[in-house]
């Protein structure tokens, strides 16, 4: 029938695509606005941070979504067919510049200002009073230690062991390495503790494949990767538990490697801690 006909657009088909493109654009925007599935809020100055950065990227590219959607509807409907006959166009090179050198502007512009917040978490050196965790991922479960009274961390003892054909190193500490006789090692599934407002520099390793340490409200994800020993630092300011996720597809129970981190007053942390050596 359209082949037949050059007078076969309708009006109405491009009213009605202009329209749900206004429909689109609007419930879109409104979402974003009103917040309905949202992050859940940051407990530490990073995460903050980050929150505004994410706000930042999002009104940017959210006011050039709009503008975008809004042309596209008003070129539907302006352009429809009214049975004239279509013309070539070739396009328009210093329009082509021009979105060109703007988008790269914003987006090398949001990086170089992006870069700060994640640069902070990773090569800042942690506090010298912050308290030193080391976190090991292992298929499936999270583990942690502490390094007891003397702040310091004893080394592992790792041996071969021929009598199995695959074996993953035991991690067991070096009995003769004072610095570890008061670790405090919580096992595979433990629930770690950190005090209210006390920097924390956790120190990340991985047993066996990459795992990814992450918690939401912290705005943190690192990979554990085998044979490195990642910091990372964050300063909790919400007393609460919040979920630990492993966000590296690690094996058949990834979706298992879950536990909590609890963030206590410095009354709670104590009497947690004193329950973790009693065991
Ligand atoms: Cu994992």
């Not at 008061?182 to 990340?204: H, M």
């Not at 943190?220 to 630990?244: H, I, N, R, S, W």
């Amino acid at each position: 029938m359209g082949f037949k006909k050059r007078n076969s657009g309708s009006a109405a088909t491009a009213t009605v695509l202009a329209l749900l493109l206004l429909i689109l654009t609007v419930s879109t925007v409104y979402y974003f606005v009103v917040q309905t599935w949202w992050f859940p809020p940051a407990i530490n100055e990073i995460g903050k941070e980050i929150d505004r950065q994410f706000m930042r990227t999002l009104v940017i590219t959210g006011v050039v979504f709009v503008l975008a959607q809004l042309g596209l509807a008003w070129a539907v409907f302006r352009y429809r067919s009214r049975g004239q006959r279509a013309t070539y166009s070739h396009g328009n090179n210093a329009m082509e510049a021009v979105w060109t050198l703007a988008t790269a502007v914003m987006f090398i512009g949001l990086g170089i200002y992006a870069q700060r917040a994640w640069a902070e978490v990773r090569f800042k050196p942690a506090p010298p009073e912050a308290m030193r965790i080391e976190v090991i991922g292992q298929q499936f479960k999270w583990s942690f230690r502490l390094s007891g009274p003397d702040g310091k961390f004893g080394k592992y003892k790792f041996e071969a062991h021929p009598e199995q054909e695959f074996t993953r190193d035991p991690w067991v500490l070096d009995p003769d390495d004072a610095d570890g006789k008061d670790d405090i090692i919580l096992g595979p599934g433990s629930v770690i503790a950190v005090p209210v407002n006390r920097p924390v520099e956790l120190l990340i390793r991985s047993k066996d494949v990459t795992h990814s340490f992450f918690v939401r409200e912290l705005r943190l994800k690192q990979d554990a990767v085998p044979g490195m020993t990642v910091p990372l630092q964050f300063t909790a300011t919400v007393p609460g538990e919040y979920q630990v996720v492993c966000a590296e597809l690690c094996g058949m129970g990834h979706h298992l490697m879950n536990t909590f981190l609890k963030v206590l007053s410095p009354e709670d942390y104590d009497k947690w801690l004193k329950d973790q050596t009693a065991e």
